[in-house]
Every structure is written in C-alpha cells, then in structure tokens.
C-alpha cells in the first residue's frame, strides 16, 4: 500500500530558483494539505484543498502555490524560493476535512 | 490561527517509566489526534479522540480528551526504547477546515 508519496526526498535550492514538491496519494481521499515543519514549531499548514479544483490557504501560504486538478495529486510550487523556506514539508490526506489525516515521508528542503 | 500548547518540550526517562504529556488549546475543539514521528519519517496517528471525556488505549498508550474540550493528555506506560520520537497533538473546531498541531514533545528513553 503506497498511502500518501511524496518526491524529492531531499532538494537544494539556490536562492530565486523555483520547483515544484508532488505529492500522490492512492486512498481516493478528497481533502489533501501541505504543511512545513520547522524546529520548535509544530506543523504549520501552508494550503489544503477539500477536494479537486478546489484550494484554499492556510496559516503561511505566502510563496507558496497550488492547484488540485485530480484528486491524486497535489503539488506544491515555490515559484522565488527564499532562505526563509528552508524547511522539512510533509503532504497528508485524509477522506474529508474532519478525518483523520494520513502523512507522507517528507521533503527536506535547503535553500541556500 | 488556533495556539496549541504542548509540554513538556522534552523528556528523558528510563526504560520502564510511565510518560505523560499533554496540550491545551485556546479553543474549544470537537476532535484531538495524537501522532508520533520517528526521525525522518511523517507522523503516524496514535490514537484518536472525538467526545469530551473520552479515554481511548493503544497498546501501552492511553490519551483522553479533556472535560473543558480545551485540553488532551497522552499517557505510555512502561516506556521502552522504540517510544523514542516527537510526540505531536493535533486539534480540530467544530466548523474548522484544518487540524492544529502542537509544537511536539520529545521523548528519550534511555536503556
């Protein structure tokens, strides 16, 4: 069972450059959401979406974009990455918004 | 958006100790979660929580949703070194779109 993929594991970025983080899942979940993780701050939500086509921010969206066109899929875009992104980012789902949520392995995101 | 505060930040314990963490929110939540993560890896779900009062077991892991539905608690008995990890709580309103977690809680368990 795949549960929730997400690809790089690892990325290093120069400062200005941009990429884009996947994350996959294979549970036909309608609600999926990016969070970074940084020490000795939790999980703070960057965007979620409840389901495809539809997206909406979180706590700190700024620099950061989405979009839900399958309900797989649900990548994450840094379009200017910043020092200030440098951080561990984690894709989770789950059935619907009031359901658990299912984390994938992580990013490890340098951005120098 | 929602503060949840979660302690202790960290604890170190002998092999064979019971453990004890908790979280408080500012709000009033319908639903708390409790997640481990193992270094390099996401955070796997413990247990879950859905009625104030409600006292749920996994194993050796034992959280209750507080009365005032403004608070949780997390409780390992009998510690052993695999428990090792951040120990993260995640709350959600009733009329929320997103669960909040807590800043974590460390844990060490030495043998």
């Known amino acids: 069972n795949a549960g929730v993929t997400q690809t790089p594991k690892f990325q290093v970025l120069k400062t200005g450059q941009s990429m884009t983080l996947q994350c996959a899942q294979d549970m036909n979940h309608e609600y999926m959401s990016w969070y970074r993780q940084d020490p000795g701050m939790g999980l703070r939500l960057i965007h979620y979406?409840?389901?495809?086509?539809?997206?909406d921010q979180g706590e700190v969206p700024n620099g950061y974009n989405v979009s839900r066109s399958t309900t797989e899929d649900f990548p994450l875009r840094l379009l200017s990455a910043a020092p200030s992104q440098t951080s561990v980012y984690f894709c989770a789902s789950s059935y619907d918004r009031k359901n658990i949520q299912y984390f994938g392995a992580g990013t490890r995101l340098s951005v120098l | 958006g929602q503060q949840l505060n979660q302690s202790p930040q960290s604890m170190f314990i002998q092999e064979g100790e019971d453990v004890s963490m908790n979280c408080t929110s500012s709000s009033i939540f319908n639903t708390w979660l409790w997640y481990k993560q193992d270094p390099g890896e996401g955070p796997v779900l413990l247990i879950a929580?859905?009625?104030?009062?409600e006292l749920t077991s996994n194993g050796r892991l034992t959280a209750q949703f507080g009365i005032t539905r403004k608070d949780s608690f997390l409780n390992i008995s009998a510690s052993i070194p695999s428990d090792v990890g951040i120990y993260f709580c995640?709350?959600?309103?009733?009329?929320?779109?997103?669960?909040?977690f807590g800043t974590g809680t460390s844990l060490t368990v030495i043998p």
């Open positions: 929580l859905y009625k104030a009062g």
């Open positions: 995640a709350g959600q309103t009733r009329t929320g779109n997103q669960f909040y």
């Open positions: 979406s409840v389901g495809a086509g539809i997206t």
